[in-house]
């Protein structure tokens, strides 16, 4: 049995683990995509002590290398099940069973789906959540992002200088980005708003090759498209925990700012629990704080 299961190893839960580890406890850490969360998938971070401006990968893997030479186990795989009760816990993925004293759940958020006919079939093949990741393919091409949060108007101005036209598909009549967000959109000359607008569909063969977009007036038109970038924000993925911990209406874990849970011996870190701001310097510092908390928890029991 393993001292303490961290789920998730973005920054908050790698920063648990850092502490943990300080501490002397043995950490598992289990992520079921990617170590850095969606950190990893940030083009730039201008907000996080230290650094001006640095990478999300390269972010993510500094603090990935510090939890991993501090003697922290990754298992890369999806945590399926978990039992949290009682003094052993254990948390279940596809293949492996594993038992610990105390369980940080630092499981992020996962992505919202647009829920349009098309967007399932032509995910990896024209439909994308990640600029960073996939905007290269679209060199040259013309492209839609869809939302109109940070997230959207980051991809649209990243897109915007691979990709000859991009389409923003905003839903209400105005941007919910940042003000200056929106003012370097509105001097791209290769980047068109399309306010209180919709797409209803996505079509292609093999790839995507156009959308139905639907205007305010709810007239709809197909329009030729090479990619569709769907940023529409993040809701919590704690379906598996709902019978064991308890959660806000929106399914976010209930926790203060000790990081504890209704559950002895389980704690909650970063974007995953109710919280005001959800940023990498906040997951980081509620890791500190599970991480400290999972520590004296296991000291106490010893
Ligand atoms: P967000 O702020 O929640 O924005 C989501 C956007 O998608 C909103 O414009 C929303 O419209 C729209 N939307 C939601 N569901 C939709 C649907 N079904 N169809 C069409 N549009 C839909 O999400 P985010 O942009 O991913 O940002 C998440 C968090 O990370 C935010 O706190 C953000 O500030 C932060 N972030 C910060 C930075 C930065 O500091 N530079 C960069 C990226 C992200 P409505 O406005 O109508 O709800």
New binding site residues.
């Given amino acids: 049995m393993t001292d303490l299961i961290i789920i998730g190893a973005g920054p908050a839960g790698l920063t648990a683990a850092i502490y943990a580890l300080r501490a002397g406890l043995s950490v598992v850490i289990i992520e079921g995509v990617i170590y850095g969360g969606?950190m990893s998938i940030?083009n730039e971070i201008?907000?996080y002590p230290g650094f001006r401006s640095i990478s999300g990968a390269q972010l993510s893997e500094a603090m990935y290398k510090q939890a991993g030479d501090m003697g922290a186990k990754f298992i890369f795989q999806k945590a399926e099940q978990v039992r949290l009760s009682g003094d052993v816990k254990t948390v279940k993925t596809h293949s492996n069973e594993f038992h610990a004293k105390a369980v940080i759940i630092a499981n992020g958020l996962k992505r919202?789906l647009?829920?349009c006919r098309g967007e399932e079939e032509f995910t990896g093949r024209g439909v994308s959540y990640c600029a960073v990741c996939d905007g290269a393919f679209f060199k040259g091409k013309k492209v839609i992002v869809?939302?109109?949060?940070?997230?959207?108007?980051?991809d649209a101005l990243y897109l915007s200088e691979l990709c000859n036209q991009v389409l923003l598909?905003?839903?209400?009549d105005r941007?919910?980005?940042?003000k200056y967000?929106a003012d370097l959109i509105d001097k791209k000359s290769n980047i068109t708003k399309l306010m209180q607008s919709?797409i209803r569909e996505i079509r292609g063969e093999n790839t995507v090759k156009s959308v139905i977009l639907e205007d305010k007036l709810e007239n709809c038109q197909e329009v030729d498209i090479d990619g569709v970038f769907i940023?529409?924000?993040?809701e919590p993925g704690n379906d598996i925990y709902k019978d064991q911990i308890k959660m806000d209406d929106y399914m976010y874990f209930i926790s203060d700012e000790s990081c504890q849970t209704n559950v002895s011996g389980v704690y909650v870190a970063g974007d995953c629990r109710t919280k005001p701001?959800?940023?990498i310097a906040t997951a980081v510092s509620d890791g500190a704080v599970a991480g400290s908390m999972a520590v004296r928890f296991i000291l106490s029991k010893t």
């Avoid at 869809?146 to 980051?154: H, K, L, P, Q, S």
């Avoid at 598909?169 to 209400?172: A, D, G, Q, Y």
């Avoid at 941007?175 to 940042?178: D, G, N, S």
Wanted: proline content about 0%; cysteine-free; glycine content about 16%.
């Fill in positions: 969606q940030t201008e907000n919202r647009l829920g869809v939302g109109g949060g940070n997230t959207a108007a980051e598909v905003v839903r209400r941007l919910r980005a940042e967000l919709r940023a529409i924000g993040y701001i959800r940023q």
